[in-house]
């Protein structure tokens, strides 16, 4: 199939690649406009553009999917299907109209499960044991089409939201590929979301990456987990902010420091330990404002915390 795939994080570039390798003929993307980034505010591509680019693809950057000189040229390409992964846009329906197959949607999540801006953040934040990938057909309503394919992804005790993220970038790749195949030669056909097991996940904010100790441990630490690396988890110590990377993996109660309080501190040699609602957690490491992270222990032996230290 000719094919004009719309992306533009670095997600949804092994979904680029995996298409230019298969037997579809990739003709040009779609991508967000060159973003300022880095100290320098420099003008950068998007991570799909660089690869497009070393491909000699046609890049088309619209400020709006609704340009008219965006819709004339897809018009004009006249692609069979466009696959979308992480585009960072709405698409409007006179755009919608313009492949034969329609816009088929990547989405990491097994829908109707987690429809919406943030889908593996909210999964680790739920807890959940199981997510995956999805392809369907994009329509008006936000993530609510026919579903084509899917895939399942475990959610590792360990995993914050960008690991588990590059994994099912990785697996959710395969499975678009294999949905243009199934669109191509007809075995496959859209099948309707059900009405039942449908939940939201909306952008995740600043405020709510900040971490709240008042919960039990196991909560603290998927919360923790689900905002890392974006937005990123703070609290906040002596009215400073400081940024909390993933905790340790011991989440047991450290002799001495079972009673601690919601966010009081226990500083040991190598080893920083918080109270929460239920039993302490240890730091890892943490980002004190205008530095890079660091390793708890030597944070806490810099700013010498004193007895009964609280973080929030």
């Given at each position: 199939?000719?094919?004009?795939?719309?992306?533009?994080?670095?997600?949804?570039?092994?979904?680029?690649?995996?298409?230019?390798?298969?037997?579809?003929?990739?003709?040009?993307?779609?991508?967000?406009?060159?973003?300022?980034?880095?100290?320098?505010?420099?003008?950068?591509?998007?991570?799909?553009?660089?690869?497009?680019?070393?491909?000699?693809?046609?890049?088309?950057?619209?400020?709006?999917?609704?340009?008219?000189?965006?819709?004339?040229?897809?018009?004009?390409?006249?692609?069979?299907?466009?696959?979308?992964?992480?585009?960072?846009?709405?698409?409007?329906?006179?755009?919608?109209?313009?492949?034969?197959?329609?816009?088929?949607?990547?989405?990491?999540?097994?829908?109707?499960?987690?429809?919406?801006?943030?889908?593996?953040?909210?999964?680790?934040?739920?807890?959940?044991?199981?997510?995956?990938?999805?392809?369907?057909?994009?329509?008006?309503?936000?993530?609510?089409?026919?579903?084509?394919?899917s895939v399942t992804e475990p959610v590792r005790a360990d995993?914050?939201?960008?690991?588990?993220?590059?994994?099912?970038?990785?697996?959710?790749?395969?499975?678009?590929?294999?949905?243009?195949?199934?669109?191509?030669?007809?075995?496959?056909?859209?099948?309707?979301?059900?009405?039942?097991?449908?939940?939201?996940?909306?952008?995740?904010?600043?405020?709510?990456?900040?971490?709240?100790?008042?919960?039990?441990?196991?909560?603290?630490?998927?919360?923790?987990?689900?905002?890392?690396?974006?937005?990123?988890?703070?609290?906040?110590?002596?009215?400073?902010?400081?940024?909390?990377?993933?905790?340790?993996?011991?989440?047991?109660?450290?002799?001495?420091?079972?009673?601690?309080?919601?966010?009081?501190?226990?500083?040991?040699?190598?080893?920083?330990?918080?109270?929460?609602?239920?039993?302490?957690?240890?730091?890892?490491?943490?980002?004190?404002?205008?530095?890079?992270?660091?390793?708890?222990?030597?944070?806490?032996?810099?700013?010498?915390?004193?007895?009964?230290?609280?973080?929030?």
């Amino acid at each position: 199939m000719r094919l004009v795939l719309a992306g533009t994080p670095d997600t949804a570039v092994p979904s680029l690649r995996a298409l230019l390798a298969s037997r579809h003929d990739v003709v040009a993307v779609v991508t967000r406009p060159d973003a300022r980034a880095g100290r320098g505010r420099t003008l950068t591509p998007s991570p799909v553009k660089e690869v497009a680019l070393e491909h000699g693809l046609e890049v088309l950057t619209p400020d709006r999917p609704r340009d008219p000189e965006l819709l004339d040229r897809l018009r004009a390409i006249a692609p069979d299907c466009c696959p979308v992964v992480a585009y960072g846009a709405l698409l409007p329906r006179v755009a919608l109209d313009v492949p034969r197959y329609g816009w088929v949607n990547l989405h990491f999540s097994l829908l109707p499960a987690w429809r919406g801006a943030a889908p593996v953040q909210r999964a680790v934040m739920a807890g959940d044991e199981v997510t995956g990938a999805s392809t369907f057909v994009i329509e008006e309503g936000l993530d609510t089409g026919p579903v084509l394919g899917s895939v399942t992804e475990p959610v590792r005790a360990d995993d914050t939201a960008g690991r588990l993220l590059a994994r099912l970038a990785d697996v959710g790749a395969g499975l678009l590929v294999t949905t243009m195949d199934g669109l191509e030669d007809g075995s496959l056909q859209p099948v309707p979301q059900p009405a039942e097991g449908v939940s939201h996940a909306p952008k995740l904010t600043t405020e709510e990456a900040q971490v709240r100790w008042d919960l039990p441990a196991h909560v603290v630490d998927r919360r923790v987990r689900g905002v890392t690396p974006d937005p990123g988890a703070w609290t906040t110590f002596r009215g400073a902010r400081l940024g909390i990377g993933p905790l340790g993996a011991d989440l047991s109660p450290p002799e001495g420091a079972a009673d601690l309080a919601p966010g009081e501190l226990s500083v040991a040699k190598r080893t920083v330990h918080v109270g929460t609602a239920s039993a302490p957690v240890v730091l890892g490491e943490v980002r004190p404002p205008g530095k890079r992270a660091m390793n708890a222990a030597d944070w806490a032996r810099g700013v010498r915390v004193e007895a009964d230290e609280r973080l929030g």
